[in-house]
């Protein structure tokens, strides 16, 4: 199996660096500009399933992709949204430091056991993105190619899990339009090519 592994284009919340988690902000401009050349890139890859999360951001990343390749069935996998930061969704670090100081420390010094209220817990949030995986993994044949239109957090999460346990989740970068290539083997990678 081939899997590939693209997060979402640009937003204006990308742009504003603003945490997002599971709002619903579509592409700005440069972001369906850069849907546009991923579909240019993915379709010599020739994938035979599509997959998008349930936010608007990878729909719309997906859909030049979709377009060029209407034969190719889409699936929509929710358990593969972005962690959802609550109350601080739509606000920059600024902001959610003024509002919330004490909860914003806090989750500094422990962004993956601390969990602010409102904000959607790590473990939880890590549970969710692996019974997405699990479950794409277990419907796709060693044949298949899936190109999976994703988010930060969950790409790092399923880096994690299938090429390198130890990587630490916040230094982990995948570029927005970008994917990257993994080859499975029997659950396992063989290789894999990043942020092409």
Known sequence: MRLLLARHGETEYNKQRKFYGQADVPLDEHGRQQALKLAAKVQKEAPTILV???LRRTQETLRPLQKAL???PTITIPNLAEKGFGDWEGLDADEIEARYPQEWQRWLQAPLTYAPPT????????????????WLLAHST???????VA??????LIYQ????????????????????ALELQAGKVQRWQLNL
């Open 119 to 134: 904000v959607e817990p790590f473990p939880e949030f890590r549970t969710r993105v692996l019974r997405g995986l699990n």
């Open 161 to 180: 899990e299938l090429v390198d346990p130890s990587a630490d989740f916040y230094s982990l970068d995948f570029k927005a339009a970008c994917y990257s």
């Open 52 to 54: 998008k999360t349930n």
């Open 151 to 156: 988010h930060l957090g969950t790409i790092r």
């Open 142 to 148: 060693d044949e298949d190619t899936v190109m999976v």
């Open 70 to 72: 209407p034969a190719v």
